[in-house]
């Protein structure tokens, strides 16, 4: 037996040495593959075998609140607070801001998927080039054992072909071949198309601005008055500094969300069992549109009065007027951001007269094709305890950043600025999924597309090698090269 197996190797290695082009094709069409399932598994392996780097992750669960209508909510501090107090069936609670920073705290480290090649990813290639080579080595095994010789000298006496029925298997796999790489090569087409749609898509902005998440502690902060403040002092204080144009503080950057509030519009009742139209709802400062270089296309920007008692005001966007004021003029009307589940002891919203119109600039993420109808309202309004301030500046933003930082500290030194960033980073997260799938698609098209070339010329040089007696006996006997089939 040990002989036999020596002989085969070395009978293999000779016909491969013969054949260099052959051997050629069919290296490159091994490394493709085993390259491509590499890639394809380390990836997988990444995001759903490894799992996330924490200790029983199985164990951490998100919490959150619901309406009567299934919708979920926000979560108060104060019943955040209650819940970690009262909460027998956790072990620990932690709250998160939209950032992971909390999150790093309260659990260890944060999540970072690691596409490396380690054992696992080893041992799936290694299963998988052998179950590979016994497959396809096990069917034509069964196939030979089971064949009658003196059929196939019959039909491959004359062409020396293989016979019939191998001639009319190994056009049905190159054709199917083909027809899975054009489909791959359509979809990488259309995932390619999307993320260069996505890259060309016009944010309504300059995404050089620079920002920074602020959260104050309940404990210090418990009023609006003390929060609206703060918030006014540190915009002056950064008016004051040469490298900075303008700033203003927001509860969510562009691209970053916003709140969601059903809507009222003066005039126009909700009819009884249907529900409000929804918007998504941003306080802004008032020099938010000059911070972020937008200009209103109709009406004015907010002023120092706006949010004060008798002077509430909102600016929408272009496609809230699309929307609910599309024949008519919107500058003056008046709506209402009303309070999912208001307890009885909250005061009604006031009436907002609006004040201007903005283009339309995202919100939300950019896999939705539409714009947000959204309504900004006057910063002092509201005045939350978490918010953004966005910077704009004269040259680097990076090197701002540490006089953003010393402003601060000099009006709260416990308070951290943390989160600190470009809208330009901003859009390369919201981006890098539709990078990573769209590079991939197209590297297994192009994959797909040489492994079919491959295959074609291995198919035709193997035909031809088996009919070269018949081809030389045909021209020795005066057949012209076209009648050579």
């Not at 029983?56 to 919708?71: F, N, P, S, Y």
Request: charged share 20%.
């Amino acid at each position: 037996m040990p002989f036999d197996l020596w002989h085969d190797i070395r009978f293999a290695a000779r016909l491969l040495i013969k054949d260099r082009w052959f051997t050629l094709a069919a290296a490159t069409a091994l490394a493709l593959g085993i390259g491509a399932n590499a890639a394809v598994f380390t990836f997988v392996n990444a995001v759903l075998v490894r799992g996330r780097p924490f200790h029983e992750a199985d164990r951490i669960m998100t919490v959150w609140t619901e309406d009567d209508r299934g919708r979920r909510l926000g979560t108060s501090e104060l019943d955040y607070e209650d819940w970690r107090e009262e909460a027998r069936s956790f072990s620990d609670l932690a709250a998160t801001l939209g950032s992971p920073i909390n999150v790093t705290q309260d659990i260890g480290k944060p999540y970072w998927m690691e596409f490396t090649m380690d054992g696992t990813v080893f041992a799936f290639i290694a299963a998988i080039c052998l179950a590979t080579g016994v497959l396809f080595g096990l069917a034509p095994a069964l196939h030979v054992s089971k064949t009658d010789v003196n059929e196939v000298l019959k039909e491959g006496g004359r062409g020396g072909s293989g016979g019939v029925r191998v001639r009319r298997w190994t056009r049905t796999l190159i054709i199917a071949e083909l027809a899975l790489t054009l489909v791959l090569l359509a979809g990488a087409g259309f995932m390619m198309r999307s993320f260069l749609t996505l890259y060309q898509m016009d944010t309504g902005l300059d995404t050089s601005r620079l920002t920074m998440q602020i959260y104050l502690p309940l404990t210090k902060y418990p009023e609006v008055a003390p929060r609206t403040e703060l918030f006014r002092r540190f915009e002056e204080r950064l008016a004051g500094i040469s490298a900075i144009k303008a700033s203003a503080m927001a509860t969510a950057p562009p691209f970053g969300g916003g709140g969601r509030r059903p809507l009222a519009i003066d005039g126009r009742p909700t009819p009884v069992g249907v529900e409000p139209p929804v918007v998504t709802t941003v306080s802004v400062g008032d020099d938010y549109f000059d911070t972020i270089g937008v200009q209103l296309l109709r009406g004015r920007a907010f002023t120092a009065a706006d949010g004060l008692h008798g002077q509430e005001s909102a600016i929408v966007n272009r496609r809230f007027v699309a929307i609910h004021f599309a024949d008519e003029d919107p500058i003056g009307r008046r709506i209402k951001l009303e309070i999912q589940n208001r307890a009885p002891d909250t005061p009604e919203p006031a009436w907002l007269t609006i004040a201007g119109v903005a283009p339309d600039i995202r919100q939300g993420g950019l896999q939705n094709r539409e714009t947000d109808p959204v309504v900004y309202v006057p910063h002092r309004t509201e005045s939350p305890r978490s918010g953004v301030m966005i910077v704009r500046t004269l040259g680097d933003p990076a090197a701002v950043t540490a006089l953003v930082r010393d402003t601060m500290r000099v009006l709260e030194p416990d308070l951290p600025l943390f989160d600190i960033r470009t809208l330009d980073q901003q859009l390369a997260e919201q981006r890098w999924q539709f990078q990573i799938f769209g590079t991939m698609f197209a590297t297994f098209a192009l994959i797909a597309l040489v492994l079919s070339a491959v295959g074609l010329y291995a198919v035709t040089s193997y035909s031809v090698t088996r009919r070269t007696q018949e081809i030389g006996l045909r021209v020795a006997l005066g057949a012209r090269p076209g009648q050579v089939q």
